[in-house]
């Protein structure tokens, strides 16, 4: 599956970070989250997705992303 | 150790001396953490009498269990200090992403002691801890030195600042977090500015062990699909906090010009879906929360508003206290003032509390346009960014605002006093009480002095009627038990009380986590304690503490303008307050009985209960009379004791004393007597 982006909808939540590391490190730790939560303030606000090479797009990231911002592309 | 970092990280800002202690499991056990920690650490390590912005306060800053791990809103963090704002317990609580950082850094609790010897930063990278010099960020704004700092250090650092109102010991300084979030109440950035303490950022790269990570895991899955199921979400992650501003004035409890009202004519131009369309950017979240519940704005300078300005918010508790409060009549001012109020680093509810209060001391002449240096008008938000910077910087009339409503009003006179909206120091936050009577009691008892969420009792009130007092105080108690739990936990408490999230989900996670077992009971158990912690605090703090403290200023007890009647009345007040003093197992006084002291493990505090000798009256029947110093006999103590105690102290062998009676009810050995207690001790067989 392919992820789909939206920077604009994402609340800087990491909630990707820790269920990616949990699901793919077996760790609690946001820090091996195979992507990457930059924040951009105070201006103009907001958070950029940055997806690391060592993503292998299990998706679990997809399913836990409040905002939305984490999509799976192949359904858009 | 499963769930927490592992450490307490000690850093003595005189001597520059840093250690890190153990955390010990079995402190964890009892405190577990957040704001048990800090209220239990506070108590024991600030000697009685502290000044707060004296070198002998120190900071507590406490991670929760729940923190940084997989659960919704594992974000919160506690400070707690001896309040300079209120002279008592001090405490505030603060989301964003410190917290889980503290954690990763191996850190549950960070103690700041001392007084640097010039403007100072803590660079905190996992093991590698320094005070750095903050020459080049003092005197910047909040967001201003946050930026910085991340561009000297690296992004991902989290960071807490003050800004020139800390610095300048303004007594209701926040600290401030993530470009938005603070701890906003009872002056913890002030401490902040007296220890010279710029900011500390902090960086942690480390897992946080978990007890059972697979059960964890699935536990936190669960939760976050519960959230996700739930319809009320939307509507949250849209408006956030602002989404109740039209509820608050259709309920007339919205503060309006200094509490003189409780409904804003203006309030449509404040409400959370307006300010979605005007001037929203984009949502903003606590670490690991579904609800994002912060909202990021820029307000646009057009003909119609002056300003330009980005900015977290305004929440609820601003567009209350900056926006209704001080009559500022659309969202951008209140915006504006909010970002005017973050960027000095004042806490925007007292704020708005002490602008409000100023305003209407111009409006009544009780400060004129020469004590001022200027005209202040309700409703002009020139006025409130001109009050806020004069008070920031400790300038002419600022000087004395700068003091809060209760002591400023003491230098203003006795009819502004009676506009000092405040109760123990702590000024009023965004909900007013003349026709909520569980939320009035609340306040009166809230721990802190006069805030909201410590127990927001009001839809309670809404949901059995307003007036009715039955049940209320019962049900104060019940909220001002599960709010430290959360506070405890680390965790945002907002999903239980918005969305209606089960209590019951928090032991089971924690155990998963931890590995320690809870039941809910034990939990609020130890909620129970805390409060009575902290009420001992006061106690030992304030001379002459006691029930005044609780009561509401006097203005709640009136009719507003355009008004018929309201529910609240001193009668009631009083009855209410008895009846709470009661179930919690405290005097009329309202201070913790040694029995209720000892039921909750905390002799501990017993010694600083205020300093009152024991008088009994003993009796003695059967032929033991011999080895007591009579048949009847007044007896002294100094501290009280127990039965056994007694009879050790009078040297007599307690095998030889059958029955006991206090005041002519059986009692047992280990009973306390209280001051007034008639004892009788009998022999096995007296009489017979
Ligand atoms: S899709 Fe990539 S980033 Fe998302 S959880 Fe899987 S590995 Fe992690
Ligand atoms: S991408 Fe989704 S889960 Fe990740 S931080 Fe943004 S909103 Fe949160
Ligand atoms: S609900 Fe709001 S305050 Fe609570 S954790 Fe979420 S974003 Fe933070």
């Known amino acids: 599956m392919k992820i789909g982006i939206n920077n604009s909808l994402c609340s800087g939540c990491r909630v990707c970070q820790l269920i990616c590391a949990l699901t793919c490190e077996k760790v609690n730790n946001p820090k091996k989250g195979r992507l990457e939560i930059v924040g951009h303030f105070p201006v103009p606000g907001g958070y950029e997705i940055k997806m690391t090479d060592e993503c292998n797009q299990c998706g679990q990231c997809v399913r836990f992303c409040p905002m939305g911002a984490l999509y799976r592309e192949d359904e858009e | 150790m499963n769930g927490y970092g592992g450490k307490i990280l000690r850093v003595n800002l005189t001597s520059g001396l840093i250690k890190t202690e153990p955390l010990d499991p079995r402190f964890a056990r009892e405190w577990i953490g957040g704001r048990g920690f800090a209220a239990r650490l506070l108590y024991d390590e600030v000697k009685r009498g502290a000044n707060p912005l004296g070198e002998e306060n120190k900071v507590i800053i406490a991670s929760g269990p ?60 996992d093991d590698r801890v ?44 926040c600290i401030s977090h993530d470009f938005g979030r603070q701890a906003g109440r009872t002056g913890m950035g002030t401490v902040f500015g007296s220890k010279k303490l710029k900011a500390i950022a902090i960086k942690g790269t480390e897992a946080i062990p978990v007890a059972n990570v697979k059960e964890a895991t699935r ?42 009202m409780e409904y804003f004519e203006h309030h449509k131009n404040l409400s959370g879906q307006l300010m979605r369309d005007r001037i929203v950017t984009s949502d903003k979240a606590c670490f690991g929360c579904p609800m994002s519940c912060g909202k990021y704005s820029h307000t646009r300078k057009t003909s119609k508003y002056k300003y330009n300005v980005w900015v977290e918010g305004p929440e609820y508790e601003t567009i209350a206290l900056c926006g209704g409060n001080c009559a500022l009549p659309n969202i951008e001012d209140v915006a504006y003032a909010n970002w005017v109020c973050d960027e000095l680093g004042i806490d925007t509810i007292s704020s708005g509390a002490v602008i409000a209060f100023a305003m209407e001391c111009f409006e009544k002449g009780i400060i004129t346009e020469k004590d001022a240096g200027r005209k202040i008008r309700f409703g002009d938000v020139d006025s409130f960014a001109y009050l806020a910077k004069k008070i920031a910087y400790q300038k002419g009339i600022g000087k004395i605002l700068a ?20 109760i123990k120091g702590l000024e009023i936050s965004g909900y007013s009480f003349r026709n909520a009577l569980a939320m009035a009691l609340a306040y009166g008892t809230c721990d802190v002095g ?34 430290p739990m959360f506070d405890m936990l680390g965790t945002c408490r907002l999903q239980w009380v918005e969305l209606g999230f089960e209590l019951e989900n928090y032991p089971k996670i924690l155990e998963a986590v931890t590995g320690f077992k809870y039941s809910l009971e034990e939990l609020l158990k130890f909620s129970e304690k805390v409060w009575n912690l902290t009420r001992m605090f006061w106690a030992r703090e304030i001379k002459g503490f006691g029930q005044t403290y609780d009561w509401p200023p006097q203005r709640f007890f009136k009719v507003p303008p355009g008004k018929e009647k309201i529910f609240l009345t001193r009668e009631i007040y009083d009855q209410l307050l008895q009846e709470y003093y009661k179930l919690r197992g405290w005097n009329k006084n ?95 067989a007296a009489g017979g």
């Open chain 2, 66 to 125: 729940l923190s940084g791990v997989f659960v919704p809103a594992g974000a919160k963090v506690a400070f707690a200090a001896k309040s300079p704002a209120t002279g008592g317990y001090g405490e505030s609580n603060m989301g964003g992403h410190f917290s889980p950082e503290m954690k990763y850094a191996g850190y549950d609790v960070i103690i700041i002691e001392g007084t640097a010897p010039q403007p100072s930063y803590l660079f905190i990278e």
């Open chain 2, 130 to 173: 320094e005070i750095r010099s903050a020459q080049k960020y003092w005197g910047k704004g909040c967001l201003t030195s946050e930026k910085m700092l991340k561009s000297d250090l690296r992004e991902e650092f989290q960071i807490l600042t003050i800004g020139p109102a800390g610095e300048n010991l303004v007594r209701f300084a």
């Open chain 2, 219 to 260: 536990l936190g899955k669960e939760m976050f699909k519960q959230i996700f199921d739930n319809p009320a979400l939307k509507q949250w992650q849209d408006y956030g906090t602002p989404g109740v501003v039209n509820w608050a004035n259709e309920i007339e409890a919205f503060p309006t010009r200094n509490f003189q």
């Open chain 2, 403 to 422: 003091r809060g409503t209760r002591d400023a009003s003491k230098v203003f006179g006795p009819e502004a006093e009676k506009l000092a909206m405040q």
């Open chain 2, 450 to 483: 006069a805030h909201h969420n410590r127990a927001w009792a009001i839809t309670y009130d809404i949901e059995v009627g307003r007036q009715k007092s039955e049940g209320k105080a019962a049900k104060v108690i019940f909220l001002q038990h599960v709010r």
């Open chain 2, 590 to 684: 309202g201070i913790p009985t040694r029995k209720k002291l000892r039921e909750l493990n905390l002799e501990f505090t017993m010694g600083d209960l205020p300093h009152k000798k024991i008088k009994l009256e003993i009796q003695v029947v059967g032929y033991i009379k011999e080895l007591f110093p009579g048949e009847r006999f007044p007896l002294e103590l100094e501290n009280p004791l127990t039965i056994r105690e007694i009879l050790k102290r009078l040297k007599v062998k307690e095998e030889l004393v059958g029955l006991v009676t206090v005041n002519g009810e059986p009692g047992n050995k280990d009973h306390v007597p209280s001051d007034g207690d008639k004892i009788m001790f009998m022999a096995f």
